[in-house]
């Protein structure tokens, strides 16, 4: 049986993937409440983190949730879609390059 040779290319180059913010938006309907709720159970803040949060959002428009990989983001920011319009509620999530 012949023996075959090959030879592995070493150079290969990783690239860091490129990171997205997600960002909660103020709304007038949206309880106080809900935000810390969603806070705490999409994007696992403890409940002071999900407070400092809900209050920035609150008095500046939009809040940092986190940093993710963009299809971690992307999913984040449709969970809280999911979830606040099963709670009747207009919540947004918007992502954003790094």
Sequence with gaps: MPKIEYEIEESIILKTPKMYRVLLLNDDYTSMEFVIQV???IFHKNEQEAYEIMMKVHKEGKGLCGIYTYEIA????????????????PLK???EEE
Excluded at 80 to 88: D, E, H, P, Y
């Design 39 to 41: 806070l705490m159970v």
């Design 74 to 89: 992307e999913t984040k920011a449709m969970q809280v879609k999911a979830l606040a319009k099963q709670n009747n509620f």
């Design 93 to 95: 999530a918007i992502v």
